[in-house]
């Protein structure tokens, strides 16, 4: 059986120069990379033949995470709400030109006004998933959800929201399961008990169980032992991408490890 492959997202060079960010993928321990699309890594043309360029003379494989700066898929204010959506769809577009493996986007947020729209923010949501799984069809790019944490404000943080989606909109979308979100909401064992066929791609970082640290993965109290007992039982051989913000190549080198 394949193992899963590790990678690593460039998020935590996020607040260096572009430029650099590309010249670090010739140093990277993986050949899996996930680009993020957003702030002043902001993907257009030029970055992206440059991104192709690098594959190529590096051999890499990329999945693309979808910008989420200032975007809620479940806006209530229509006019932010296209803008969201028009950025996503661009996105997608950019990740398609990439021939990236995955792309992930995250759910929607609570705003100020929720409270006054009961089921509202599901609603609207649901509709926007169904409006970029469409578009990601015609390319063929991969898409999947991530769980992000309810301590933020944010829908799909437990099995059962998903489960809902699935419900209400029939709609065979992946999963990207996020350890450290998962584990603020102590929903890791819940997501491999009850969705282990809808994991689809993982981000990995560890945390204390009380905010979203995007630590290294051996700085926190996630047990990465039974996670790679849940993968090697749901067989998971697709990827886990490092996405902690500090000790990367540590993180990168225990994962290798503990998934050889
Ligand atoms: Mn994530």
Redo the contacts with the bound molecule.
Sequence with gaps: MSKPKVGV?M?YSLGEPYNRMVKRLATMETKYIEILDDGTYDLNKSRVAQLKEAAKSLDLTYSV?APFVDINIGSPAKPMLAAGLKRLKQSLANANELDAKMW?F?PAQFTGISAFYPDGLFKQSFESIKELYAVAEDYGVNVAL?N?PSQYGYLMSKPEEFQRLYKETNLPIGI?L?L??AHLDRQIQPFFDQLADKIVHI?A?NNYGKQDD?NGVEDGNIDYSQFVENLRRIGYDKWV?V?SIKKVPESIAKLKQILA
Excluded: Q
């Design positions: 997202s998020l995470h992930t995250h991530e992000l990207t996020d450290g979100h981000h970082s995007h991408m996405e």
